[in-house]
């Protein structure tokens, strides 16, 4: 059925003649004969009745190249390859040729020729009537006059890789053909004088479809864009019919002899001449008498209007190219139709306030959001100024997201117009876009109406109807007295923290905010026990007492039985009970119970915890009045002193504060700090207990002696068994020289020297003893001194006789040659090559002279550090970490400094032995 509209006119293209650009003003010119045109790829193609192929390009510069002997007849430029495929004769008679070309290659200056083959298949004459090659290169279909259709397929460029069938036979002749790709399904349209049918070519037997039982003339068929399915345009004298593969489409009245139909860039082109006067003779007759006009149409389908509409003489062809349209006109001149731009369309609809045209345009024209919303405001304004509230606010609502919400929000404050208000705002949180100010105004109008209903609909509205800031709403309606809706939304929302607040700021119910806590999930009960627990503890300590207890150990929502039997049980989430410390603050009871139970469930709790449950008991301790119950608590405190997770520092400073002395002195001891337990004792005047604390902790820290017998000697009192004692054990382990044991004892008064007269009388005696074993020493290194020296001062002067009948590797007898050294070694010539590892070395003595060596070498780097540790000690102001930082070093080992004189036995045997070795290091003596 055909479709009956009325079809308004716009002017929406702009006519010019083109001028040659070499001779300014004049018309530009086309060849004359032209038979065949078509364009693509940057250039119209134009055939002539001489066998030329002429090329215009963008600048109008036109070249021409011999194709046909005689004349061309068709052309297809494809749009997608720079293949152009031409039907031609290069003889009299019915012969028409194809030939292939390819404009990107040449030949002797001229386009590359890649194929040429006959276009009818056999031996019956018949002429060409239309033309069609698919971009894809594998389809070529050729009309002819008799009602067949040739199809090639394959590479249609070369002759090896395609073959040709008869697709198509009748008796009408063909007048359009086209293809059409749809993903990977492929068509043949075929239109003929009398009917219209499409081929499946994806399908090996080529099923064909019959659309219609009538046809069009010749060049009054096309196809649309992809982006209009692809349909098979037909023009008919009396309607446009469109196809698809399998069924005719919708179809358009448009009156007028169709003279020829194309499809350019959403646009169907139709050049119409008088139904009336025209001289209908039949296919093939496409001319018309010099003095009839042809009228060309531009119509534009999806926005049902005309873009364009004039008269031209005797038109060949309309081409698109170079983002224009150009008509081509029998007398020689080329016309162009420069679409005007989209912005000066939709200004021409806006004067006429055709502003749902205007939408319909600039959607097909795909204009931007930012355009779109551009044409709803100027409708909206425009309805609005008209009175009509209700349609400017829908066109508003279009808006959205681009127009500023407070242009249209002004419009709309009157009270008598606060359902479009409404309605707009409504809006605004369908789509996310409502910020706080826009919430607070909805809600306002709510209650300004007192409309409760639409009040409980908004707020009780799922997320897929109505978005909006909760929050924002929680707040207003908590201002506004509305608390029952306020909670309702912050439960609903799982607004946690504004729930807490209305329940226990407003509504003053601890009970109820204690008990939805205890629903929530792990992090949001961990962070709003932190933010509300001192106010909760202050009143209901009993159940935040119970739900900390739980929290912090291993938390599990409070929720239904149901949901409790799908929580996973195995997972353990505990809160850090020291950060609950403080919302016990004024609650000491409720904090000992809660530590109490934390270290008992886990043992490892942090140090926090044990360093506040001890500074309890600590308290309790001071001021417990009872002495049993004091021993209890006595053990409690020293109970959690024993446990690692104690802080070392701040348990000591609790112990101090409240003077506990078991937990002074039992943290002195574990800490190793032996001085302070004797100086504890030394404060506390507890004698006994200073010896003892040198018996126990001497051998770790030697100088505790030492500021024992200082203490002591600093008392006025009777410690002469002290003092006594204290020498005992500073002479038996010789802790202390003899003379700063004196000076230490010259200031107590009450010290005589019989207290020091056994232990300066066995001092004496072992320092004599040292002295003779020292000088006996002395006299035995120098002997054996003297002896080393005559020994080194015969090798020197006495001649050498060597006297050796075994050689010392192989213990043969001897043979020439043979090896001497000084060392009365003698060795086989090929035993000595074979082992020694030097020709100058004895490999007898090799090892022991290496060892020598070694020695030597360790000396004289001592004796370079002994220097600079002399100097480094002479220049230091604090000698004694010069002498530590050298003992770091490993500088005071075993191994002695070698001095001249030696001062002991180590080091003068040392230099004694190391220089005889030298010395009588062997030289090789054949």
């Known amino acids: 059925m055909a479709v009956f509209l009325q079809w308004r006119k716009f002017l929406f293209f702009d006519k010019d003649l083109v001028k040659d650009p070499v001779e300014n003003g004049k018309d530009f010119a086309l060849p004359g004969g032209i038979s065949a045109c078509d364009s693509g790829r940057g250039h119209?193609?134009?055939?002539?009745?001489?066998?030329?192929?002429?090329?215009?390009?963008?600048?109008?510069?036109?070249?021409?190249?011999?194709?046909?002997?005689?004349?061309?007849?068709?052309?297809?430029?494809?749009?997608?390859?720079?293949?152009?495929?031409?039907?031609?004769?290069?003889?009299?008679?019915?012969?028409?040729?194809?030939?292939?070309?390819?404009?990107?290659?040449?030949?002797?200056?001229?386009?590359?020729?890649?194929?040429?083959?006959?276009?009818?298949?056999?031996?019956?004459?018949?002429?060409?009537?239309?033309?069609?090659?698919?971009?894809?290169?594998?389809?070529?279909?050729?009309?002819?006059?008799?009602?067949?259709?040739?199809?090639?397929?394959?590479?249609?460029?070369?002759?090896?890789?395609?073959?040709?069938?008869?697709?198509?036979?009748?008796?009408?002749?063909?007048?359009?053909?086209?293809?059409?790709?749809v993903a990977k399904v492929t068509h043949l349209f075929v239109a003929t004088l009398e009917k219209v049918h499409c081929y499946t070519l994806s399908i090996k037997e080529y099923p064909k479809v019959e659309l219609d039982t009538h046809g069009c003339a010749l060049r009054c068929s096309s196809l649309s864009d992809p982006s209009q399915d692809s349909q098979f345009i037909v023009a008919g004298d009396e309607c446009v019919y469109m196809y698809q593969p399998d069924e005719r489409g919708p179809c358009f009245a448009f009156d007028g002899h169709k003279l020829l139909a194309h499809w350019h860039r959403g646009y169907l082109f139709l050049i119409t001449k008088d139904s009336?006067?025209?001289?209908?003779?039949?296919?093939?007759?496409?001319?018309?008498?010099?003095?009839?006009?042809?009228?060309?149409?531009?119509?534009?389908?999806?926005?049902?209007?005309?873009?364009?509409?004039?008269?031209f003489d005797d038109v060949i062809d309309v081409v698109a190219e170079w983002g224009s349209f150009y008509i081509l006109t029998r007398d020689g001149k080329m016309l162009v139709l420069q679409e005007k731009d989209t912005q000066t369309k939709l200004e021409?609809?806006?004067?006429?306030?055709?502003?749902?045209?205007?939408?319909?345009?600039?959607k097909s024209q795909h204009l931007d959001s930012d355009g779109l919303s551009e044409i709803f405001r100027q409708y909206g304004d425009h309805l609005y100024f008209k009175g009509d509230h209700d349609g400017a606010i829908q066109q508003y609502i279009r808006t959205i997201g681009k127009l500023e919400p407070s242009y249209v929000i002004r419009k709309f404050l009157d009270a008598q117009r606060i359902h479009n208000l409404t309605a707009y705002l409504q809006a605004l949180h369908r789509q996310s876009l409502a910020n706080a100010d826009h919430t607070t105004l909805l809600l306002n109008c709510y209650t300004k109406l007192k409309d409760s209903s639409k009040l409980e609909e908004f707020i009780k509205s799922s997320e897929s109807e109505v978005h909006f800031d909760v929050e924002i709403a929680i707040k207003v309606l908590r201002q506004a007295g509305y608390?029952?809706?306020?909670?309702?939304?912050?439960?609903?929302?799982?607004?946690?923290?504004?729930?807490?607040?209305?329940?226990?700021?407003?509504?003053?119910?601890?009970?109820?905010?204690?008990?939805?806590?205890?629903?929530?999930?792990?992090?949001?009960?961990?962070?709003?026990?932190?933010?509300?627990g001192k106010t909760?503890?202050?009143?209901?300590?009993?159940?935040?007492?119970?739900?900390?207890?739980?929290?912090?150990?291993?938390?599990?929502?409070?929720?239904?039985?149901?949901?409790?039997?799908?929580?996973?049980?195995?997972?353990?989430?505990?809160?850090?009970?020291?950060?609950?410390?403080?919302?016990?603050?004024?609650?000491?009871?409720?904090?000992?119970?809660?530590?109490?139970?934390?270290?008992?469930?886990?043992?490892?709790?942090?140090?926090?915890?044990?360093?506040?449950?001890?500074?309890?008991?600590?308290?309790?301790?001071?001021?417990?009045?009872?002495?049993?119950?004091?021993?209890?608590?006595?053990?409690?405190?020293?109970?959690?002193?024993?446990?690692?997770?104690?802080?070392?520092?701040?348990?000591?400073?609790?112990?101090?504060?409240?003077?506990?002395?078991?937990?002074?002195?039992?943290?002195?001891?574990?800490?190793?700090?032996?001085?302070?337990?004797?100086?504890?004792?030394?404060?506390?005047?507890?004698?006994?207990?200073?010896?003892?604390?040198?018996?126990?902790?001497?051998?770790?820290?030697?100088?505790?002696?030492?500021?024992?017998?200082?203490?002591f000697a600093r008392k006025e009192e009777d410690c002469k068994a002290y003092i006594s004692e204290v020498l005992q054990h500073i002479d038996q382990n010789n802790l202390m020289p003899p003379l700063l044991v004196v000076q230490t004892l010259a200031h107590n008064s009450t010290a005589t020297l019989s207290v020091i007269k056994d232990y300066l009388i066995n001092k004496l005696q072992r320092e004599s003893q040292q002295i003779e074993d020292d000088e006996r020493k002395i006299r035995q290194y120098r002997e054996e001194t003297a002896h080393l020296r005559s020994e080194i001062q015969e090798l020197k002067t006495s001649a050498k006789i060597f006297q050796k009948t075994k050689c010392n590797m192989c213990n043969s007898p001897l043979e020439l040659p043979s090896v001497h050294f000084l060392c009365s070694h003698s060795f086989h010539q090929h035993?000595?090559?074979?082992?020694?590892?030097?020709?100058?070395?004895?490999?007898?003595?090799?090892?022991?002279?290496?060892?020598?060596?070694?020695?030597?070498?360790?000396?004289?780097?001592?004796?370079?550090?002994?220097?600079?540790?002399?100097?480094?000690?002479?220049?230091?102001?604090?000698?004694?970490?010069?002498?530590?930082?050298?003992?770091?070093?490993?500088?005071?080992?075993?191994?002695?400094?070698?001095?001249?004189?030696?001062?002991?036995?180590?080091?003068?045997?040392?230099?004694?032995?190391?220089q005889r070795e030298l010395l009588i290091h062997t030289k090789r003596n054949c």
């Open 831 to 914: 035993c000595f090559e074979s082992y020694a590892e030097s020709e100058a070395e004895c490999p007898t003595c090799t090892p022991e002279n290496r060892k020598v060596m070694d020695m030597l070498r360790a000396q004289d780097q001592k004796r370079d550090l002994h220097d600079h540790f002399n100097r480094q000690l002479h220049s230091s102001n604090d000698g004694f970490s010069v002498v530590a930082d050298y003992f770091g070093r490993g500088v005071f080992n075993k191994l002695t400094l070698v001095t001249d004189p030696p001062s002991s036995k180590t080091a003068g045997s040392l230099e004694v032995n190391l």
């Open 536 to 711: 909760l503890m202050h009143h209901v300590p009993e159940g935040t007492t119970l739900l900390l207890k739980g929290l912090c150990t291993n938390y599990h929502p409070s929720v239904d039985t149901a949901e409790k039997d799908s929580q996973d049980r195995n997972l353990i989430n505990k809160a850090n009970s020291e950060e609950f410390i403080p919302i016990f603050a004024n609650n000491p009871r409720e904090l000992k119970a809660f530590l109490e139970h934390m270290i008992e469930v886990d043992p490892c709790s942090s140090q926090g915890v044990y360093d506040t449950l001890l500074e309890l008991r600590l308290q309790d301790w001071a001021h417990e009045q009872d002495t049993e119950r004091k021993t209890v608590l006595q053990g409690e405190a020293v109970s959690l002193l024993r446990s690692d997770n104690t802080v070392f520092d701040k348990a000591l400073v609790l112990c101090q504060m409240h003077n506990f002395k078991e937990g002074i002195l039992y943290l002195y001891e574990k800490g190793k700090l032996y001085q302070q337990i004797m100086h504890y004792h030394m404060q506390n005047e507890e004698y006994g207990k200073v010896v003892e604390a040198c018996k126990r902790y001497g051998n770790q820290e030697g100088c505790l002696w030492e500021q024992a017998l200082g203490y």
């Open 276 to 311: 009336k006067s025209s001289n209908k003779t039949g296919f093939g007759s496409r001319e018309s008498s010099p003095s009839e006009k042809q009228l060309l149409t531009v119509y534009d389908l999806d926005n049902k209007f005309i873009a364009y509409s004039g008269s």
């Open 44 to 181: 119209i193609v134009l055939g002539d009745m001489d066998g030329k192929i002429w090329l215009l390009t963008r600048s109008l510069q036109l070249t021409s190249f011999q194709a046909y002997k005689l004349r061309v007849t068709h052309l297809y430029q494809l749009k997608q390859h720079s293949i152009l495929v031409s039907v031609g004769q290069d003889e009299h008679g019915i012969n028409p040729l194809v030939k292939v070309w390819n404009l990107d290659k040449r030949d002797s200056g001229n386009p590359l020729c890649t194929r040429i083959f006959p276009a009818i298949p056999g031996t019956r004459p018949t002429e060409v009537s239309c033309l069609s090659v698919h971009e894809n290169l594998n389809f070529m279909a050729i009309g002819f006059t008799d009602g067949s259709v040739v199809l090639t397929k394959g590479d249609i460029t070369r002759d090896r890789h395609s073959k040709t069938l008869t697709l198509h036979e009748g008796t009408s002749p063909v007048t359009g053909l086209a293809f059409r790709q």
């Open 348 to 362: 021409m609809l806006f004067k006429k306030n055709l502003f749902v045209m205007a939408i319909n345009l600039a």
């Open 483 to 532: 608390h029952s809706h306020a909670v309702f939304l912050a439960e609903k929302h799982m607004h946690h923290e504004w729930y807490l607040k209305i329940q226990l700021e407003d509504l003053k119910n601890y009970q109820e905010g204690l008990r939805y806590i205890g629903r929530l999930p792990f992090e949001q009960a961990e962070s709003n026990m932190k933010r509300y």
